[in-house]
């Protein structure tokens, strides 16, 4: 029998999985506003990653051209400065792969860079709605900001025409998949991006 390494057992994850979210994302289309050049997602954030995942991000930022890289390097130095000054709970931060509104290493994004867009079912059943609605994006058009809740009709007339849906894409919820285990998946320790870049020699390559 064949016996593939991690990578392309990773790779072969994220093909089942970008299915099933290219599903998902079509069926709730009514209510998805992304587009290209919209970043609003990658610029508020703490990214958490696996080492898989990272390690994977990183195979692409190694093909990346020698501006772009030096880009992304000024990038982490603003962020490194702007961390040693926090002192509030929860740091968040612009990632440092998006360059000018774009993903440097699209390809190669990580989980929950893939998941975000979309209405999350938490596993105690409490639901998560996309930060961007706050901006007119996904879901706004049903979600009331003075209720806190999603609201399907107003004045008796509905507000859409598909159902808005809920699904358990958490990123601790995908890490533990079926699809995962049945791949052998090693994931390895979750950290945010920049904990795990800075542990990195990635400013070397
Ligand atoms: S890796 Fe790419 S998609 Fe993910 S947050 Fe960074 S810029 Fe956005």
């Known amino acids: 029998m064949v016996e593939f390494d991690l990578n392309k057992r990773y790779e072969m994850f994220l093909f089942q999985f970008g299915k099933e979210l290219e599903r998902m994302f079509n069926d709730q289309k009514e209510f998805i506003m992304c587009k290209e050049g919209c970043s609003h997602c990658c610029e508020k954030g703490e990214y958490p990653f696996s080492k898989l995942e990272f390690d994977y991000l990183v195979e692409a930022f190694k093909t990346l051209d020698k501006d772009t890289k030096l880009k992304i390097f000024e990038n982490i130095a603003r962020i490194n400065e702007e961390k040693s000054k926090f002192t509030g709970e929860q740091f968040m931060y612009d990632c440092p792969f998006l360059i000018d509104h774009r993903c440097s290493v699209y390809e190669h994004r990580g989980i929950i860079c893939r998941t975000f867009g979309l209405l999350v079912e938490h596993e105690d059943e409490h639901l998560t709605m ?30 859409c025409e598909t159902e808005p849906k809920a699904y358990r894409i958490s990123r601790e919820h995908v890490l533990k998949l079926s699809l995962a285990k049945n791949l052998n998946i090693e994931w390895g320790e979750s950290k945010t991006l920049i904990d795990y870049i800075n542990e990195s020699d990635l400013v070397n390559m």
Not at 141 to 150: F, H
Request: aromatic share 14%.
């Open 130 to 159: 996309p930060f961007c609605q706050e901006f007119g994006l996904n879901y706004s058009k049903v979600y009331d900001n003075d209720s806190r809740q999603i609201v399907i009709e107003k004045d008796g007339k509905p507000l």
